[in-house]
């Protein structure tokens, strides 16, 4: 099969991209101040639309394959794309919000994962900071100027067998368009991938579970469930590859 090519970034348009990926930012961090026991996922979401509009972006995520939100809003085994709507959060909900910014045709994508107020237990709060950590070690391995498959590598390592590491959903190249090549896997694989190389913007998005790696689609035909109804978490950055170094283009400033 024919690879799809990788759209390599000029320093000018990686500059263009930190636009986009600061309003996503800002956009996520607005959502996080709101997150409390009693809002609901609509209210949230239209947070996050307020200022992606407000900051003369739009929203990705809205129409993208008839998708109908400005977020995603996975709550407790709901993995990734949870539909925002009536759903009232309480204190101890696992939370991921993702969510991404177009501006100048420039795209921005990122999420995280909040428990609302305090933690039900030990293993959610585990939940949350290793899924971060597998993040960053990801994110990380980018810098070693490898092979992308690494990435998969650092991600599996950094879990080291204390989560389920989500199957069939990946990260992947972002630019003028939320979804590019490069696929970026979440776990160590024998074929070592394309070369990182200066221009590559990638999102790196591992999703790990307190149980097994199986996931559902609901009948709305967008919400994954973890099989097991095991809690899962997001995390995801956008991050390009220059010749100096990395910048995460969607890290707040
Ligand atoms: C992603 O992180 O790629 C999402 O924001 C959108 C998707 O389709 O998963
Ligand atoms: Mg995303
Ligand atoms: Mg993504």
Partial sequence: MARERIEFKTPEQIGLMRTAGLLTAAALESVRAALRPGISTRELDAVAAEVIRGGGGTPSFLGYHGYPASTCISVNHVVVHGIPGEQVLAEGDVVSVDCGAIVEGWHGDSAWTEIVGEPRDEGDAELVEVTRQAMWRGIAALDGRGRLNEVGGAVED????????????TGHGIGTAMHQAPEVLNYRVRERGPRIKPGLVVAIEPMCTRGGDETDVLDDEWTVVTTDGARAAHWEHTVAVLDEGLWVLTAPD
């Fill in 158 to 169: 950094a879990v080291a067998g204390r989560l389920g590491i989500v199957d069939g959903y």
